[in-house]
């Protein structure tokens, strides 16, 4: 949470005024009582009243950080950030993906619905899925240039050695694959 929270603020600090306005209207329109905190009842009655039912209530305490039982501006617009941009879900075990997670290389370039996992479930092989190729959100920006983190190799050799090292398990291996020399 604390990533999201430095994340919704750096936003917040380089937006226009138009959308600090945005956002202070949205604090706005969860303090219903206008005493400056959201409450658990003015969070759960700003769910319900507008669509975000898909929202679990139990997220209240995980955004109030300081645990005084209500959401101040900075907790609330980081809950503003989390359901404007991280409505992604797991497609095998349903939970909701705030920061590492993998996603169908395929699915996301084909511009349909992306198909995602958490690292549990992609780990596991707990999924069914019809495309191969699934990369980390972190990976996957980094992809858009062709260049892996760190290394000048491109992404399909930075790719097969990576499976060279899950299938193989000797991490010589990789080195010798990235940079294109024998062990010997
Ligand atoms: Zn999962
Ligand atoms: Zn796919």
Redesign the pocket.
């Known amino acids: 949470m604390e990533e999201l929270r430095l994340a919704a603020r750096a936003y917040y600090n380089n937006s226009s005024s138009d959308l600090q306005n945005l956002a202070i209207n949205f604090f706005r329109s969860m303090d219903a009582n206008r005493d400056g905190w959201v409450s658990f009842q003015e969070f759960t009655r700003f769910l319900r009243h507008n669509g975000y039912n898909w929202v679990n209530p139990n997220m209240f305490s995980q955004l109030d950080t300081n645990n005084d039982g209500g959401l101040g501006f900075w907790e609330v617009l980081t809950f503003y950030y989390i359901i404007k941009t991280r409505a992604v879900w ?6 909701q ?1 705030h920061g590492l997670h993998f996603t169908c290389v395929a699915c996301f370039d084909g511009g349909q619905n992306t198909f995602d ?6 780990g596991g092989r ?2 069914r899925h019809h495309h191969r190729v699934f990369l980390d959100n972190y990976i996957l920006l980094r992809s858009k240039r062709g260049i892996s983190p760190g290394t000048n190799v491109n992404l399909n050799q930075w790719f097969r050695a990576l499976e060279l090292a899950v299938g193989v398990g000797n991490l010589l291996n990789v080195g010798s694959t990235l940079v294109g020399c024998s062990i010997m």
């Open positions: 797991c497609r095998a075990c349903g939970a993906l996992l958490c690292a549990r479930c992609y707990q999924f």
